[in-house]
């Protein structure tokens, strides 16, 4: 009984904070470039780069992402495109197997998010 309760709670949790979030919004809606700037570091990608806006350390273990807007390729590998940005942030080592850069586990929507906010830096 007293782990049913347990479980219970965080269900409730969750409800609670969807319903309030008027924010949410529906699975694959376009990029917001202004959420990506959170979402960057919030899975602390400013751990490793440099990134305009994005405020960190100086960093220089990955490339520093300004200007990415302006870039052909994708760590000189991917056509630099909406869709493959998406394919290299959420799919890293897929892409370029053993490379730097791990796997964030990030979510699709955040993604799109965080690629939205790349696009702005030309
Ligand atoms: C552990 C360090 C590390 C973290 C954390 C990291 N990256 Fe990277 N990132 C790299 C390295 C290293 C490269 C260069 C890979 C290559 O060129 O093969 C790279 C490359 C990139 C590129 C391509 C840059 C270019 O010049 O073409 C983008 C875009 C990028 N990362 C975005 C992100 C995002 C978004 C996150 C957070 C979800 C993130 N990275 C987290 C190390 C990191």
Redesign the pocket.
Known sequence: MRQRRFLAMPALALLAACSNDSSVKPVNAPGDAERGRMA?TQ???H???TIPGVTGSQVF???A?DG?AS?E????KLPNTPEN?LR??MH?QDV?PG????D?G?QEQHARD?AAY?ETLK
């Open positions: 960057l899975y602390a990608c751990a490793c780069h273990v990955g490339p992402l990415m870039r390729l994708i760590a000189g940005m290299w942030i890293t370029s490379n730097a850069m791990p964030m990030v965080m790349l």
